[in-house]
Nanobody, 124 residues
């Protein structure tokens, strides 16, 4: 079992940056794959980025690749999502998720544990 807590959301102008953090409660954090997903009003939850157990395997959605950077610190039990050049289309609730299985990183239905989410709003 693992509990996840996101932080770092807020309101930012187009072109701005935010850093989201996901902190985990487990002592075996390095056995979990961690992903970030987002959900805009009226839309399905979609994959944003994911990082493997030791930070070597990294995946991004085409919509954020080149703008967002995911990283993890197993010692701090934390995954960070740095979001740059934010646009209004990035507005959503962002969720951190975790699983032990090391496949299908982009599939929302494969993640077992979810945080409560943090709101990101990009607006002038």
């Amino acid at each position: 079992q693992v509990q996840l807590a996101e932080s770092g959301g807020g309101l930012v102008q187009p072109g701005g940056s935010l850093r989201l953090s996901c902190e985990a409660s487990t002592d075996s954090f390095d056995t979990y794959v961690v992903g970030w997903f987002r959900q805009a009003p009226g839309q399905e939850r979609e994959f944003v980025a994911a990082v493997g157990w030791f930070g070597v395997e990294i995946y991004y959605s085409p919509s954020v690749e080149g703008r967002f950077i995911i990283s993890r610190d197993n010692g701090q039990k934390q995954v960070t999502l740095r979001m740059n050049t934010l646009q209004p289309d990035d507005t959503a609730v962002y969720y951190c998720a975790a699983k032990t299985q090391g496949r299908y990183y982009t599939k929302v239905e494969t993640y077992n544990y979810w945080g409560q989410g943090t709101q990101v709003t990009v607006s002038s």
